[in-house]
């Protein structure tokens, strides 16, 4: 089934930016920060993420909930839109995607949803728990397979920290080696991407990759 909205209601709002033909996909621009948890017996039992908006988005967000982009936002009113947006992340699968040994990792329903306005700017933060943890060399994609949203890691080594990982293990980033075409030169229009669903596979040729290897 087509999906005109990859984030149901955290992007109830950008709804209407999509309507407009005048702009094609991605929509709505994510950078992500993971922290991954590690238990005491060095096996990988969680992955919190941290996704930062747009401005542009951020802006449109706070308004939604009838709150003002210039002074403090009802912190009820996002732990709110936090749990909402986790709960509807799920029919996406959380646009994530982990494997540990080439092999791909279950997760759990998000826990600890929660949500900041700062600079302008909102972060959504949730926690994936595996639903077993396991031991070995991870790696955690996340991205839109309909490209609605792009989602790029943080620059620097900011993208990911290790919580209680196996000394000597070590985090790199993996990021596409193109940017996507812009649409209008491709040809590309609105009704081409509205016609993805979650089982496309546009998306991936943009997905970031982190891989933890210890």
Known sequence: MPRSCSLPLLLAGA????????LAHPHVWITTRAELDYGPDGALRAVRHAWTFDPTYSAFAVQGL????????NPAALAALARDNAENLAEQGYFTQLKVDGRKQDVGPATDPAMTFTD???TLRFTLPLKAPVAGTASLEVFDPTYFVAFSLADGDGFATLKGAPAGCR?????????????AATGMSEAFFEAMTAASTYGVQFANRIVVAC
């Open 120 to 122: 302008g700017q909102l």
């Open 66 to 73: 009838g709150q003002s982009t210039t002074g403090p936002v």
């Open 171 to 183: 985090a790199t980033a993996h990021r596409p080696k193109s940017a996507a075409p812009v649409p």
């Open 15 to 22: 709804a209407l930016v999509a309507a407009s033909p005048a």
